[in-house]
């Protein structure tokens, strides 16, 4: 039976499986069904073409790829080799793919150059070929470029260029290098200042952490079904999937963000589990008739990014939909802890919760004197356990200025512990206001905000002033409406502290965003710019 011991790497997770459940499926997509017998030995076959094409121990593959088969194929032929999958956002355009395959020194790029909603030649076309000098070939999934029509870029015009079934028609891959301290994942972070960090991971991490999460999620259960919607490319979707196939449960592979695609697969499969943002459930909710539409998911993880929707799980609870918060990133991996099932939704649909592993542990540092906090002071988090990354690939100094000289992450994010084994997330410290000397979340004036009619959406910075540190706001109007800043204040000033109260209220059509592999994230550094310009003219 799965997960009846630990798998020491990510190679012999797959292959556990495959002994004991070889007939039933590992994915399904489309008409599709991959069972878990098939996906070994695909995996082993592309191991030993991507082998031919000179990967080995160590080297990097970029997996710039949407939700197909090919993914967890070339993934799990990477572990066979002791090589890394470094995860590529499809929504990456070429100056992003090229810093990535670039810096990360990639031997192989794999894409789908055919694939109906991202054209990726005409991305490459935008790459500069001397950007991509360690690149060695081009897998291509679907048609090759040849096929289809327009140039080849010249980016890739020199490279060797293999389609993907022809690895798949190599024989086994004699060889195993799978080991628990082999590097496996690269994971990006968002990089909404800089490059984006490498965040590396080695099989035993990646292998027992998706064990632990399938115990701990109840994915062993008969029926469970997984919904993979977000992407294999972040790390949100990627543990998800993982996870469900250590249970040695299908997932359904899902190609796009469309909601009614989403809304349809939720009615054709009747998924026990899914995970996604609180924009998603919104607009699922909004388009899927009936009283209870989401029977079959037993409970369904959730991100809440939009403080507009903070009402949304005691929404979805009548419905069927039983919301619960979480917490990850990429350097502790995602699902590192869930709220528990039975706490009331108010409770349980907050961000955070109990780690996943008894060997984790999460603590909360006062940012500037230092001191470890207790229960209900909030600070930075810190977080050890076994899921925890190796570091950040080729910057040492990124990894030493991150981790603790006790072997904790900082992560960068305000929290609080709840007196209950687990913690509350609050907000990233980038993101957290300090005014009149008190941290505060910026959530909780946003919020308030948003309360003002005609107000859609609501963004709060901290900008130095020679009074002090103030609040300012930024607003997206609903259509037709029209701000009126000194309302909106006086409406702050009788609901917040005074040193909560922005100082001023500016209208933007959008906020500055950049891409990320669960949607796009709020650039507030450049919000603190804007609003630093605006304040001196």
Same mark, same amino acid.
């Given at each position: ?43 082993? &076959? ?11 121990? *160590? ?42 395959? *670039? ?103 990646? $292998? ?98 939009? $403080? ?57 540092? /006062? ?8 229960? *209900? ?106 701000? /009126? ?23 933007? /059509? ?25 304040? &001196?003219?």
């Amino acid at each position: 039976m799965p997960l009846s011991h630990p798998a020491a790497d990510v190679w012999t997770l797959l292959a556990d499986v495959a002994e004991v459940t070889p007939d039933a499926p590992a994915f399904i997509h489309g008409e599709r069904r991959l069972s878990f017998a098939e996906l070994l030995d695909c995996s082993g &076959r592309a191991a030993q073409g991507l082998s031919d094409l000179g990967v080995g121990p *160590g080297d990097r593959v970029a997996l710039w790829l949407p939700n197909i088969p090919a993914y967890p194929i070339l993934y799990f032929a990477c572990a066979r080799l002791g090589a890394i999958g470094v995860a590529v956002n499809t929504r990456y355009r070429a100056v992003e793919v090229a810093d990535i395959v *670039g810096r990360s020194g990639a031997k192989v790029l794999a894409c789908a150059p055919a694939f109906r909603r991202i054209d990726f030649l005409s991305i490459l076309a935008g790459i500069e070929p001397e950007a991509l000098d360690r690149l060695a070939a081009i897998v291509t999934v679907g048609e090759t470029p040849e096929s289809v029509a327009g140039p080849v870029p010249p980016a890739i015009e020199h490279r060797r260029r293999v389609p993907f079934d022809r690895l798949l028609s190599r024989p086994q891959f004699a060889g195993n290098h799978a080991s628990a301290e082999a590097p496996c994942n690269i994971f990006t972070t968002s990089g909404t200042t800089s490059s984006p960090k490498f965040v590396l991971h080695r099989q035993g991490a990646i $292998a027992g952490h998706a064990q632990q999460v399938a115990r701990s999620f109840g994915f062993t259960a008969p029926e469970t079904l997984s919904l993979a919607i977000l992407p294999l490319c972040g790390v949100f979707g990627f543990n998800q999937t993982l996870a469900t196939l250590a249970a040695g449960k299908p997932s359904v592979l899902v190609e796009s963000y469309e909601i009614e695609e989403i809304a349809r697969l939720i009615t054709q499969h009747k998924p026990t589990t899914m995970f996604g943002s609180d924009d998603m459930y919104q607009r699922l909710m909004e388009l899927m008739p009936g009283r209870w539409p989401f029977r079959s998911i037993k409970w369904a993880g959730y991100a809440a990014f939009n $403080a507009s929707l903070e009402d949304l799980p005691e929404r979805a609870q009548p419905r069927g939909l039983r919301l619960v918060g979480l917490y990850g990133m990429s350097e502790v991996q995602a699902l590192y802890s869930r709220q528990p099932l039975n706490l009331p939704v108010a409770k349980r649909k907050l961000g955070g919760g109990v780690p996943v592993s008894p060997l984790s542990h999460v603590r909360v540092r /006062d940012p500037e004197t230092g001191e470890l906090l207790g229960p *209900g002071q909030p600070g930075m988090l810190e977080m050890a356990g076994p899921s925890l990354m190796v570091g950040y690939y080729g910057n040492e100094q990124a990894t030493a200025a991150a981790m603790t000289a006790d072997g904790y992450v900082r992560t960068g994010d305000l929290g609080q512990l709840d007196g209950r084994g687990g913690f509350t997330y609050l907000s990233r410290m980038g993101d957290v206001l300090r005014l009149s000397g008190f941290l505060v979340n910026p959530l909780e004036i946003e919020m308030h905000v948003q309360k003002v009619p005609g107000i859609a959406g609501c963004q709060t910075v901290a900008v130095p002033r020679p009074e002090g540190v103030l609040a300012v706001a930024f607003v997206i109007l609903e259509p037709g409406a029209a701000l /009126d800043e000194a309302a909106v204040i006086g409406h702050c000033k009788q609901g917040l502290a005074n040193y909560k109260v922005p100082v001023r209220v500016f209208a933007v /059509d959008d906020f500055p965003k950049t891409p990320s592999p669960n949607g796009f994230k709020i650039q507030r550094t450049k919000l603190r710019e804007m609003a630093e310009a605006l304040l &001196r003219s």
